[in-house]
């Protein structure tokens, strides 16, 4: 066997383990479920669609081994491609169970809900698909248990602005205009 050919076959061997290594950790085992499971009695305001938790742990961390861990957790309940970022984040809720983010909730709405040690329970993350209705722009969420710590809101569908509502409408006038135009002869 040549040099070169040995030097070309441990550069395969090596490529192929490097390869590995990143395919492994882009699906990383999550972290352990702590009791109580979240559930849909977890969470009023809002129609419960699917939950998935409670992970030991702090996700909502902004830490990079955490956003992987949420992204996974997210795209299992629907919300592929989030990286794990969060639109917006409330900290410290110290135990308040009311969850007012300034984002007004609208359509299938995914959330995430630590809750510390204290209370019934251990500490961990839960994550929520809900639907906050089509155009409710609902406001506040409860939180049925104790111990909430931090949420933060992952995905809302939009409202349109009210500019949208007038472009709309413009536009609409000047396709009624141009027809009415080509009908006079």
């Known amino acids: 066997m040549s040099f070169s050919h040995l030097a ?3 550069l395969a061997a090596a490529s192929v ?3 590995g290594l990143i395919g492994s950790s882009a699906h990383a085992s999550l972290p ?4 109580p499971a979240c559930s849909s009695g977890d969470i009023s305001g809002a129609s419960f669609t699917s939950c998935a938790g409670y992970y030991a ?3 909502i961390s902004n830490n990079p081994t955490d956003r992987g861990y949420v992204d996974q957790i997210l795209a299992s309940l629907g919300l592929p491609g989030t990286g794990g970022t969060w639109l917006e ?3 410290p809720l110290s135990g308040a169970t009311s969850i007012n983010f300034s984002t007004p909730l609208n359509g299938i709405t995914y959330i995430g809900i630590h809750r510390g040690g204290g209370g019934t329970g251990k500490n961990g993350t839960a994550f929520y698909k809900i639907d906050a209705g089509v155009g409710t722009n609902l406001d ?3 939180y049925n248990l104790t111990a909430s710590s931090n949420a933060a809101l992952y995905a809302t569908a939009p409202v349109p602005e009210p500019e949208a509502y007038a ?6 006038g000047l396709v009624g205009w141009m027809a009415r135009r080509r009908q006079q002869p």
Not at 32 to 35: E, I, K, R
């Open 17 to 19: 383990a490097v390869l």
């Open 32 to 35: 352990p479920l702590v009791a």
């Open 89 to 91: 984040k409330l900290s």
């Open 140 to 142: 506040v969420i409860t």
């Open 57 to 59: 742990g702090n996700l």
């Open 8 to 10: 070309k076959s441990s």
């Open 167 to 172: 472009m709309l409408m413009a536009g609409l």
